[in-house]
């Protein structure tokens, strides 16, 4: 199951195959589509302009209004609450289920250990194949300096920033369970 956050680019990737729309749960959208007709506006827009420029604005309709009639487009703006802030290149999160009641604990562990080697793999960045095939024993690893620990109270807009974003968080929480 996945959980999308983007409408526009999920029924992107869901129009070009990339995701079956049986996989998605729901999407968060930054939309306001109160009612249908507005759904039919959003996805016209993003037809001549955003991210479904140059698809099938049918095959688009049909998935951007099964989405919505289903009941999978999820819209925080709608309800007083922003969206969560996701890195702008992250379009979909996969869920996994808890294994709890399992009486192997052999069984239990290659679980965890599947689900660390998933997060992880879904987080490496693209190999650049040509630089490493003429560069490759040159090539070093350079990872980002942690950021440093901020000391001190934290002001009014942080905690309601951080307010705000729990609220949505809880938002998204009651429409999963």
């Not at 729309?21 to 039919?40: K, Q």
């Not at 599947?114 to 490496?124: E, M, P, T």
């Not at 109270?153 to 609220?167: N, P």
Request: aromatic share 6%; charged share 30%.
């Amino acid at each position: 199951m996945k959980i999308g956050f983007s409408f526009g680019r999920c029924v992107r990737d869901i129009v070009d195959g990339v995701v079956d729309i049986n996989d998605v749960l729901l999407v968060v959208g930054r939309t306001s589509m109160p009612n249908r007709e507005d759904c039919e506006w959003v996805i016209e827009h993003y037809l001549s302009s955003h991210y479904l420029r140059g698809r099938d604005p049918e095959r688009c309709k049909e998935v951007g209004l099964a989405l919505y009639d289903s009941c999978r487009v999820i819209e925080p703006r709608g309800v007083g609450a922003h969206v969560m802030q996701v890195p702008g290149d992250c379009v979909w999160m996969d869920l996994f289920p808890t294994v709890t009641d399992v009486p192997n604990e052999a069984v239990k562990q290659a679980w965890e250990q599947y689900r660390v080697l998933i997060g992880l793999s879904a987080q490496l960045p693209e190999v650049d194949e040509e630089a490493l095939k003429s560069h490759g024993d040159r090539l070093i690893s350079v990872s980002p300096q942690p950021a440093p620990k901020k000391r001190g109270r934290k002001t009014k807009a942080q905690k309601a920033a951080e307010a705000e974003q729990q609220k949505a968080l809880d938002l998204l929480a009651a429409f999963i369970v």
